[in-house]
């Protein structure tokens, strides 16, 4: 059984944001939802934990229906959701505190509680900061705090929506090195994001549009569809972007190339022969 | 318009922990400036715009708009429609019914005759690309995120403020949205207003401004054109800022040997570089060492 199976699901406000979408992610994929604003990304988002369920159709998250009130709690304890914004997401005035709030209302009792915190802030390499208040700390900091808060409740699945997008690049960075270890303790991982070169570091690439899948594939597939990927109003990765710039100047460059051969190849064309 | 910050620090907290949010910070910005501000977290960013609007004022030194110190309150008369400020994800100030009412009120606040603020909103929902029929007695909450955003802007650039200021105005909108308001600000500015620009995004300020003030610590740690200050790798790594992709690249292709122009911030520029060098005869490539083709980024 896949970890998140999407199954027809259509859900509307007034306009309708999912539209019969259907799709599975398997335990330990690595997957970036790219899409325009508007496309349905965040709406997916949340009906993976039950924030929002579908209208029409069906979500299992770890094989549970989302529509059943019963399986919420059991849900949300197995698939965790990380927003945009880190203001937004604490709840206490001390570091540790607002970590051990998930696990607590999961009714982790010490001394396991302060052990699964420990380890959360380990994780996020924010231990030395503990005992702060979460105010003092940078947006990137924060974020690594929100990001711990989920750990400490040991789900399976954890679902990040736009996690960098109001951080710097030294924030973003550690955000990134965080998710990619994570996936490889096998934790299944759904990365929202506007950056092409953060979803290049996915598996898996799945592009929406107005509430369906316009594509799905491993980034160089994805990125080599330059024409759809224009048309969805997204960018193209640099890599991208300048294997384009280069074949208008009449080099041949092979189709969905990495930045590494990219490199390699413009380098061969300068090596003294 | 001129706007010169002279000798100014920003104190915070008790004057016994001495912390400075901006120390000894001079700095001009002339009409027709577009200045990007970058720096990391806590370097000063933010404080630093909110002094150039005259929102706090200095623990010592002065700001002055026109050779008018902005802490005298005398000097601030209807400073807003000099000065306009958007702040981080400014939709969340977002608050009146429509989205008319929201555009207007700077403008009503001005004391502009109705006709000339219909006049105005108008022409400001035109250039976010909102249209007036469809969106104008619209609620603003009922608009996308890119949407809401861009009506926010409006209700700045409602009064022409001679200098804009944003503060990370592209944040979490998506690559359309962020190109669409980039442009927007790119044309207010071309009208001969003045613009300073925050941002992370080393591609955004790249492209946009034509000077820029590196920040850390609160001092001004360097300044200078896009070329002047995308060359200085060294100096931008070490304090955890990085430089446009095309410029990296650049870098690591210089260091290998091959001759590259500096400051290519664009990848079309790189492109062009490239199919120059290629197409010099070979003899007068200038290599600098033998070219070793396993490598890393």
Known sequence: ?273 | MQLVLDAVSYRYGSAAEDQYAIRELSFRLDSGDFCGIIGHSGSGKSTLIQLMAALIHPSSGRVLLDGLDLALPKHRTKLFTRIGVAFQYPEAQLFAPTVFEDIAFAARNAQLASADIERRVRHWMSVIGLDYDRYAHRSPFELSGGEQRRVALAGILVVEPELLILDEPTAGLDPAGRRRLLQVIDNYHDQGHTVVMVSHSMEDIAQVTNRILVLKDGYQYLQGSPQEIFSHHVELHEINLGVPASESLAASLRELGIPLPASLLSVDQLADAIAELRAQPSGSQRVGRSVNTRMEV
């Open chain 1, 1 to 273: 059984m896949p970890d998140i199976v999407f199954e027809s699901v259509t859900f509307s406000y007034n306009d309708k944001v999912l539209d019969d979408l259907s799709l599975e992610i398997n335990r330990g994929e690595f997957v970036a939802i790219v899409g325009a604003n508007g496309s349905g990304k965040t709406t997916f988002a949340r009906h993976i934990n039950a924030l929002l369920q579908p209208q029409l159709g069906m979500v299992l998250t770890v094989g549970l229906d989302t529509r059943d009130p019963d399986n919420l709690f059991t849900i949300r304890s197995h698939a965790g959701m990380v927003f945009q914004n880190p203001n937004t997401q604490m709840v206490a005035s001390v570091v540790a505190d607002d970590v051990a709030f998930g696990p607590e209302n999961l009714n982790v009792q010490p001394p396991a509680l302060q052990q699964r915190v420990k380890q959360a802030l380990d994780t996020v390499a924010m231990s030395s900061h503990a005992e702060d208040d979460p105010a003092e700390l940078s947006g990137g900091q924060r974020q690594r705090v929100s990001i711990a808060g989920i750990l400490a409740m040991q789900p399976d699945i954890l679902v990040l929506d736009e996690p960098g997008a109001m951080l710097d690049v030294r924030g973003r960075r550690g955000i990134r090195r965080i998710i990619s270890e994570l996936n490889q303790t096998g934790m299944t991982i759904v990365l929202i994001t506007h950056f092409m070169e953060e979803a290049a570091l996915a598996g898996r690439v799945i592009v929406l549009d107005q509430g369906k899948v316009a594509l799905d594939g491993p980034p160089a597939e994805v990125f080599s569809e330059a024409n759809v990927l224009r048309q969805l109003g997204l960018d193209l990765p640099f890599s991208s972007l300048l294997a384009e710039a280069l074949s208008a100047q009449g080099f041949a460059i092979p189709e969905s190339i990495s930045l590494d051969d990219l490199k390699e190849l413009i380098c061969s064309w300068f090596s003294m022969q």
